[in-house]
């Protein structure tokens, strides 16, 4: 072989290794590139299933798998596991906490989303957001030692528990759905001496129905069956405070809870500031070019959640999982066509339909086309989907057995209450 | 049926949702008593398989089954999530943490064990016991963050990274011979930049062999083992003091440490004399007659590893899960036969032998009359034995699976760092 002046390949870091960094990182697996994922979890979480480790149906390890075993094959990337503290556009540097620096040829901002309080007083400090395996779990905990609480003070006196799910998305539905199914569970297996017609579970949403991204029989149906399941449905009705076991609405009612369960909407824009020295745009995500650059720039680009990655000249996309992963295989590609001297190509969205579960066996799925899928067929098809897109076959075969469980009701299931910060014995 | 003028059933409190505590209530299941365990935890934690969950091979929720689920046919045992505060003997009332009181006909105690630190210097404060669930998360934690911690330092120079097990018994033979396994497969599979002969796995034990309980014999060859497993073994070198990433010996040596795990014995003494108002006898143990009362107590009972449980007139039996099994067992009959006005038995504990874990395919086992198995046999016993005490079969599926898993050495496995205290986002 003839010794040529070969020169380094280019330094892509990745910043967050959720579903869009993972997909930006899989598009440039073993190329002739040197990436880096840095992120402050030495894990990838499968979001879409975070309600269900909330609702004790699964745990953590089911929906969590480390960054770098997903890269095991692949000897071109690296995973940091670190703190971005700020990125230094001038110089191409990443600055970690610590002080260490990074420098880059190519930067990809894929740091997702985060609740979005929208300023309500007591929101961010009292509601319960649930958008991380550390969420999922704090949730939980709450829940169930809830249940425990009013199990004792049930003794002497008629105990009433309200939890609120404030927003009627996919995932205040999902919540809702799957918190009733929990509360029943708990109480007629564990022997909790409550009465559920004592356990309040209540949704609230400033709009006029559920699932307002779905066409109107989607949201009666979800409409229905979460009724069905007891939980009670508030409309047009907002969150003007959120106090410790107490919440307040527009129309002056206080009411004790027991949780304040925050499903209300995602931003980008603390993450986005203050450590990526990024100014948010449209949504509180970062403005970006139609190839996903960030705008005025050459080598930054954004990806998934944290981006308004355009859907036509007037709108953008939603932020869900299958733009995180279009928009991040895209970034991919275009990343080695700018490496390789070529144009870059503008990134077109192929909306494969949006689906929600509200119960065992009940779920709702709008097509691409506009079609709505309910009910069983709904379901399986919700579970086959998410299944699928599970990383590692091992959290795949583990959820597969929890969801049997669940489906038949056997009486186990990890109910368990792992404090956060636990005493040595 | 006439109407009888019946006595209330006897309540019987049982502190500890241990072996010892399930063992207990058990044995009360559907008699004419009423029973009421309470735990801090909700849960009952196996945990002779702790140290699979400290090195990644095992999720919390594995070795873990919610106490309410495992009596949830029995509709005489209650469970009661609380922390006791004191037991007040002359009124047979237990106070818990906030005020509540219990009265009680008998009370058993079944508390267990905690790490005993023997007084050195900064023990209890930077070695990490694994007596806990909580305790085996942090562990985790720890050791996963010092692996990434030592790839990312070891980009600018040489990393020597040192791990010490501190005791020689099974605890400790078992976390170092797992701990040296995780630290290969993390090595390989994820990609670390650390040499794996730059990774020290050091057990110490002031002993001149390992696991003094067996015969010489599988000693021997547990320190084979565990050599060819690249683990180094210190004998006669005792610990004077811990420092946080440090560790002090007896002939002056101080070495830097990236985590020093305590598995040199247990102790009842702090639980006991605090919370129970019971002074420690022999080993910190509460003192029983043989029938397993308190000395000069008619209606408190002590078993497991809280109690010092007479094997003969001069020594005592173990702390091992069988006998805190079948010292629970025998208590629930004594005390139905006191309620029954019998006079009570004596205890016998039935050695059922004895046995230790190295590794994938090395274990050892003692067999009640001395002989030893050892090498895959012993480690097909070893597994088969612990699926049978697990408690739910889905988690007997689940570890087994697990277990599977980890054989074949497939790239996955819970190596997740989840944090113990971590922010909202």
């Given at each position: 072989m003839a010794s040529t002046n070969e020169t380094p390949p280019a330094h892509v870091v990745i910043i967050g290794g959720g579903f869009a960094g993972v997909a930006v990182a899989r598009g440039l697996a073993n190329k002739n590139v040197r990436v880096t994922i840095v992120d402050k979890h030495n894990f990838h979480t499968f979001l879409p299933l975070l309600y269900q480790v909330a609702t004790a149906g699964l745990e953590p390890a089911d929906v969590a798998y480390p960054i770098r075993t997903i890269f095991g094959h692949a000897t071109n990337i690296r995973?940091?596991?670190?703190?971005?503290?700020?990125?230094?556009?001038?110089?191409?540097?990443?600055?970690?906490?610590?002080?260490?620096?990074?420098?880059?040829?190519?930067?990809?901002?894929?740091?997702?989303?985060?609740?979005?309080?929208?300023?309500?007083?007591?929101?961010?400090?009292?509601?319960?957001?649930l958008y991380s395996l550390a969420d999922a779990r704090r949730l939980r905990n709450r829940l169930l030692l809830s249940l425990e609480a009013a199990d004792v003070a049930a003794e002497h006196a008629n105990v009433k528990l309200t939890f609120v799910v404030v927003g009627g998305g996919p995932t205040g539905v999902e919540t809702a759905?799957?918190?009733?199914?929990?509360?029943?569970?708990?109480?007629?297996?564990?022997?909790?001496?409550?009465?559920?017609?004592?356990?309040?579970?209540?949704?609230?949403?400033?709009?006029?129905?559920?699932?307002?991204?779905?066409?109107?029989?989607?949201?009666?149906?979800?409409?229905?069956?979460?009724?069905?399941?007891?939980?009670?449905?508030?409309?047009?009705?907002?969150?003007?405070?959120?106090?410790?076991?107490?919440?307040?609405?527009?129309?002056?009612?206080?009411?004790?809870?027991?949780?304040?369960i925050w499903?209300?909407?995602?931003?980008?824009?603390?993450?986005?500031?203050?450590?990526?020295?990024?100014?948010?745009?449209?949504?509180?995500?970062?403005?970006?070019?139609?190839?996903?650059?960030?705008?005025?720039?050459?080598?930054?680009?954004?990806?998934?959640?944290?981006?308004?990655?355009?859907?036509?000249?007037?709108?953008?996309c939603p932020q869900l999982a299958p733009v995180a992963i279009q928009s991040g295989r895209h970034c991919a590609a275009q990343i080695l066509?700018?490496?390789?001297?070529?144009?870059?190509?503008?990134?077109?969205?192929r909306n494969k339909g949006i689906m929600a579960t509200i119960g065992r066996q009940a779920a709702v799925a709008k097509l691409p086309r506009g079609g709505v899928i309910k009910g069983t067929l709904g379901w399986l098809a919700w579970l086959g989907l998410h299944l699928f897109y599970l990383v590692g076959f091992r959290n795949r075969l583990r959820v597969m057995i929890n969801w049997t469980w669940r489906y038949f009701d056997w009486p186990s299931g990890p109910r368990l209450i792992v404090a956060d910060a636990e005493t040595a014995d």
């Amino acid at each position: 072989m003839a010794s040529t002046n070969e020169t380094p390949p280019a330094h892509v870091v990745i910043i967050g290794g959720g579903f869009a960094g993972v997909a930006v990182a899989r598009g440039l697996a073993n190329k002739n590139v040197r990436v880096t994922i840095v992120d402050k979890h030495n894990f990838h979480t499968f979001l879409p299933l975070l309600y269900q480790v909330a609702t004790a149906g699964l745990e953590p390890a089911d929906v969590a798998y480390p960054i770098r075993t997903i890269f095991g094959h692949a000897t071109n990337i690296r995973f940091r596991h670190a703190q971005v503290r700020e990125v230094d556009h001038a110089r191409s540097v990443v600055i970690l906490e610590g002080g260490a620096e990074m420098s880059f040829d190519h930067l990809v901002v894929a740091t997702g989303a985060t609740a979005a309080f929208f300023g309500i007083p007591g929101a961010s400090r009292y509601a319960m957001p649930l958008y991380s395996l550390a969420d999922a779990r704090r949730l939980r905990n709450r829940l169930l030692l809830s249940l425990e609480a009013a199990d004792v003070a049930a003794e002497h006196a008629n105990v009433k528990l309200t939890f609120v799910v404030v927003g009627g998305g996919p995932t205040g539905v999902e919540t809702a759905g799957a918190l009733s199914e929990l509360v029943r569970i708990a109480i007629r297996r564990d022997g909790l001496r409550i009465r559920p017609e004592d356990v309040r579970v209540l949704l609230v949403d400033l709009a006029p129905r559920l699932l307002t991204a779905f066409p109107e029989n989607a949201s009666r149906y979800a409409l229905r069956e979460l009724s069905s399941m007891g939980v009670e449905i508030n409309f047009g009705r907002s969150v003007v405070e959120v106090e410790e076991g107490h919440i307040r609405f527009d129309d002056g009612e206080r009411l004790a809870t027991a949780a304040v369960i925050w499903a209300a909407g995602v931003t980008a824009s603390g993450t986005l500031a203050h450590d990526l020295q990024v100014s948010p745009g449209p949504g509180g995500r970062a403005r970006v070019t139609a190839d996903l650059r960030l705008v005025d720039s050459t080598n930054v680009w954004a990806v998934g959640d944290a981006a308004a990655v355009p859907l036509n000249d007037t709108q953008f996309c939603p932020q869900l999982a299958p733009v995180a992963i279009q928009s991040g295989r895209h970034c991919a590609a275009q990343i080695l066509r700018v490496l390789d001297g070529q144009p870059t190509q503008n990134f077109h969205y192929r909306n494969k339909g949006i689906m929600a579960t509200i119960g065992r066996q009940a779920a709702v799925a709008k097509l691409p086309r506009g079609g709505v899928i309910k009910g069983t067929l709904g379901w399986l098809a919700w579970l086959g989907l998410h299944l699928f897109y599970l990383v590692g076959f091992r959290n795949r075969l583990r959820v597969m057995i929890n969801w049997t469980w669940r489906y038949f009701d056997w009486p186990s299931g990890p109910r368990l209450i792992v404090a956060d910060a636990e005493t040595a014995d």
